[in-house]
């Protein structure tokens, strides 16, 4: 037997993820309101399948507004009772629909999809997925403040300059 594995740690500061894929498939990513493309880096051969193996790791840098989508082989192989496949193509038209806020909802409306398409037919396996979204405000130069009185005054600064082309009532601020 042999399990899939796609590993990725991200450095919140800077938007890195540094990444291995052992025979996972290819993560799905948005960049900033633009269509979601699969990142088709090298595969690493399955865990498990042999002794001895190396993986050759690669970056991704998310930046504010990117949405990384993540899933198990289960969505796009749901199969119809007459064998057709959800597929890749219509998993990610399903992404690209634009109809999802927030990573709760792209998830609903990806598990949704496969439930319409596959007519509800059994599962013959797991339908996982996991979506990273950043927040559109970030900044990878985000400050750093230490419990300070000097740091007080540099996040006054910054909330106010923030907030000044803001369209909050000037009460509020």
């Known amino acids: ?3 899939t594995v796609w590993l990725g740690i991200l450095n919140v500061p800077t938007g890195q993820i540094v990444c291995a894929n052992a025979g996972h498939e290819h993560p799905a990513l948005m960049r900033n309101g633009k269509a979601f493309e699969l990142i088709k880096e090298r595969h690493g051969f399955v865990l498990g399948g042999m002794d001895g193996m190396t993986y050759v790791e690669y970056t991704i840098e998310l930046n504010a507004g990117d949405t990384l989508f993540l899933y198990t082989d289960g969505v796009p192989e749901a199969a119809r009772e007459d064998g057709a496949m959800y597929g890749l193509e219509r998993m990610l038209t399903t992404l690209n629909a634009g109809n999802h806020p927030d990573c709760r909802t792209l998830l609903d409306n990806i ?3 496969t439930c319409c398409f ?15 979204q950043i927040n559109p405000l970030w900044t990878a130069d985000a400050m750093r403040l230490v419990p300070d009185s000097q740091s007080v005054e540099l996040a006054i600064s910054y909330l ?3 907030l000044k082309d803001s369209v909050m009532p000037e009460r509020m601020m």
Do not use: I
Not at 120 to 132: H, Y
């Open 1 to 3: 037997m042999f399990v």
């Open 111 to 113: 598990y949704r999809d």
């Open 160 to 162: 106010d300059s923030m």
């Open 118 to 132: 596959t007519e509800d037919a059994p599962a013959f396996d797991d339908l996982t997925m996991l979506c990273l």
